[in-house]
Structures are given as C-alpha cells and as structure tokens.
C-alpha cells in the first residue's frame, strides 16, 4: 500500500517496472470517481518512480491502476466520446469500462491511502511478537 498526503505539493511513488505500461487510472474506492494525476515517470534504482501531484482527498482509499494498451485507439475513443458531450471523467469510465476493445492489459494494480497524519504507519500494532527464553524439553 502506498500513503500519500492531501496536498497540491509534488509527492512521488515507487512502483516495480512493468513492460509496456502506456496508462495509469486512478479510482477513488469511496466513489469509483476518476482522480486527476499529472505525474512525470522514470526509472531509478530498480523502481519505476512516479512524481507529480495527485488529487486527493483525506481518509480516502485509491486503486491505482497501470494498463499495457493500444495508446492511439484510447486516446481516438476518449476524444470522440468528449466530443460527443461527455465529461473528460464520464468518457474515461466509458473508455475503462470497455477496455477490452483496446486489447489492454492490466499491469499494475496498487492501493494507495490518503492521510494527512505525519507519523502513520500501515502496520502500527498489526504484528505481535512473543518472547521465549529459548528454552528446550527433550524427552
């Protein structure tokens, strides 16, 4: 899971590289609204990295979604569905929604967590360990 603030500020992520990634999606889980992103892609040090701003919006659960598809042909069918009256959200849910028709391919599948707290932790109290003195009973 990736944390991220509320913030216009630039902020990046870390994605493991993927082969023939042409798009990314980001869906707010709360209400399956479409999410501007406008971040620039590059790889360093194994990782695929993402910087840009993200609108988001505190406490709120996103999936972001990478697809391996034909660029050209979306882009043909988005602009056409814009042209035809449809908001730039409402032809990109049309356009996800029949993805098979631009032979894609999901690549990426992420979470990603908008919190505004400086400290969180995902994992905050979600492993208990036990002690043991380490001591054997051989019978």
Same mark, same amino acid.
């Not at 216009?8 to 493991?16: F, N, V």
């Not at 609204?33 to 659960?61: C, H, P, Q, W």
């Given at each position: ?22 798009? +990314? ?22 990782? +695929? ?21 034909? +660029? ?13 009256? +449809? ?53």
């Amino acid at each position: 899971m990736i944390v991220l603030k509320e913030t216009e500020a630039e902020q990046e992520i870390r994605l493991l590289p993927v082969e023939g990634l042409t798009l +990314l999606v980001l869906v707010n889980e709360a209400d399956n609204s479409i999410a501007d992103i406008d971040i620039t892609m590059s790889i360093e040090d194994y990782y +695929l990295m993402g910087r840009g701003v993200f609108d988001l919006k505190e406490d709120n659960f996103y999936t972001l979604k990478g697809y391996n598809t034909d +660029l050209a042909n979306y882009q043909s069918k988005l602009s056409e569905l814009e042209a035809e009256g +449809l908001t730039k959200e409402e032809a990109i849910a049309a356009c996800l929604s029949d993805f098979n028709k631009f032979n894609s391919e999901l690549v990426i599948y992420e979470r990603i967590f908008c919190t505004n707290q400086s400290n969180y932790d995902i994992n905050k109290d979600g492993f208990n360990s036990n002690e043991s003195n380490n001591d054997y009973i051989i019978i």
